[in-house]
């Protein structure tokens, strides 16, 4: 389509607008939501106040216990194809256990197919961001920006980075899907994922979630939406038939109380902590994952005579959903009962023929024809079998080797000898540790390979690869 002069002059506005703040940082900024400087404590997750906020109440896993983590982890980023073939049982127990933080992000991109979609339209992403774009998104999407976790380092800046990221990202999408465009529970989605990764990897990790894990959620209509949630609240009659009888009684539709839960993937609803486990479960088993963690909340809220009591109404039971007691949301607590629901794929795809029909005899025909849902990795692996090459790790980070002290002589030579190699060949990879095997771009010698393990810092250091407090991507 032709640009026109608003079309150039809405989307100049709306780039100057986001850019005027572009030098600006969390400590620099003089407008951050309302928070003043002063006040700014940030805990591990990256948060400086608001609900989401840790208070320390969670214990950290020992530092050894992660840093062996993280070397399963790397050997299974390493063989990923392998592993998901024939170990896929042992990748489930390790994302159930939770991810480490410092791999969180190129977890979720290989778990999600993000990386493959990624690698297999290099490209893309830059084409996408350097469009104008559709005036119409553009102004929704600006609007939208500052809601997105107000109380979170990245987002607290308004037109600091992480808001000019989150642009690009939901921007790009849009013209990704010009038919579907923008929907508001996007941005918190992708606010998670940059919080992770960089906005291309975040890019590929939202058209993922929109287009295998949770299809047509976010078009027109919420079509979708409104059919998990009769899919949920039929699995209720099974989990809690108190708690269904309670909801029947007083005709609280799903879409009441589920729509934020579903479409936000509890993103909006639960403490962080807790977030990143349900992430960690549902990139790698898929939407069972949201069922269960809206079903078990329901169950703890509303199961019992005893807490029916005190909601006699639908503005009572409304009020309660909203409020949920936190030690229902608490990490350890959560997590178990989620692992141990028996809600299965299965029980999810039958259930959905089933309101299908029924929707078709009430509403008619579905207007938004969506793909077929992906139950989790395994399936969206399977349906896309990925070649070697675009499951190759690419370091983020290259890391000078440090030099040691050693004579002039040895030391021109050696010098000459990298340089040599920076010609020929990509540099080494700086993460290698004992368990990894070598990769193909690691041309040195063995005398060399074994001054790089013993001069690098990470090497037998008791700190995680990047840091045990903090979600980074490496």
């Known amino acids: 389509r032709r640009k026109s002069p608003s079309d150039s002059r809405s989307q100049r506005g709306t780039v100057e607008s986001l850019a005027e703040h572009e030098s600006s940082s969390l400590g620099s900024d003089p407008e951050l939501n309302g928070v003043t400087n002063t006040e700014i404590q940030t805990d591990k997750y990256g948060f400086i106040g608001g609900a ?199 005709k609280i539709d799903p879409i009441l109380y589920m729509t934020e839960w579903f479409m936000c993937a509890f993103s909006r609803t639960l403490p962080w902590v807790s977030v990143l486990r349900v992430w960690d479960m549902f990139f790698c088993e898929g939407v069972k994952i949201i069922f269960r963690v809206g079903l078990v909340l329901l169950k703890c809220m509303l199961g019992s005579q005893e807490k029916l009591k005190a909601c006699q109404g639908q503005y009572e039971t409304m009020e309660l959903l909203r409020s949920i007691e936190p030690q229902y949301m608490q990490e350890a607590f959560l997590v178990q009962e989620v692992i141990e629901l028996a809600v299965s794929e299965r029980d999810i795809e039958k259930e959905h023929l089933s309101q299908l029909r029924r929707w078709k005899e009430t509403h008619g025909e579905l207007h938004c024809k969506s793909p077929p849902r992906m139950h989790g990795a395994k399936a969206i692996m399977a349906a896309e079998p990925p070649s070697r090459q675009d499951l190759k790790q690419n370091p983020t980070i290259i890391v000078e080797v440090p030099q040691t002290t050693e004579s002039k002589t040895e030391k021109g030579k050696k010098t000459k000898k990298i340089k040599d190699t920076k010609n020929t060949s990509p540099p080494p990879n700086p993460y290698l540790l004992p368990s990894d095997p070598p990769l193909p771009s690691d041309n040195l010698s063995p005398s060399e390979s074994q001054h790089l393990q013993k001069d690098t810092p990470l090497q037998g250091s008791n700190q995680s690869l990047s840091s045990a407090d903090h979600d980074t991507y490496l």
């Open 52 to 250: 989401q906020q840790s208070a320390g109440e969670n214990a950290d896993i020992p530092p050894d216990v992660l840093r062996q983590r993280e070397a399963k982890w790397l050997d299974m980023l390493n063989s990923w194809d392998k592993w998901m073939a024939k170990k896929h049982k042992k990748v489930k127990l390790r994302c159930q256990k939770g991810i480490p933080p410092s791999l969180r992000g190129r977890a979720w991109l290989y778990l999600s197919g993000g990386k493959v979609k990624k690698e297999q339209n290099q490209g893309k992403f830059q084409e996408l961001d350097s469009q104008p774009g559709d005036p119409k998104w553009l102004d929704v999407i600006e609007k939208d920006l500052h809601r997105q976790f107000p109380f979170h380092e990245m987002f607290v800046a308004r037109g600091g980075h992480g808001q000019q990221d989150l642009f690009r990202v939901l921007k790009a999408y849009t013209l990704h899907r010009p038919e579907e465009g923008y929907c508001q529970a996007q941005a918190p989605i992708a606010a998670v994922l940059l919080m992770h990764m960089p906005a291309e990897d975040a890019f590929w990790g939202l058209v993922q979630i929109c287009e295998k894990y949770l299809p047509g959620y976010y078009s027109a209509g919420l079509e979708a939406i409104q059919l998990d949630g009769e899919i949920l609240f039929a699995l209720l009659k099974r989990v809690s038939p108190v708690a269904h009888r309670h909801l029947k009684k007083y």
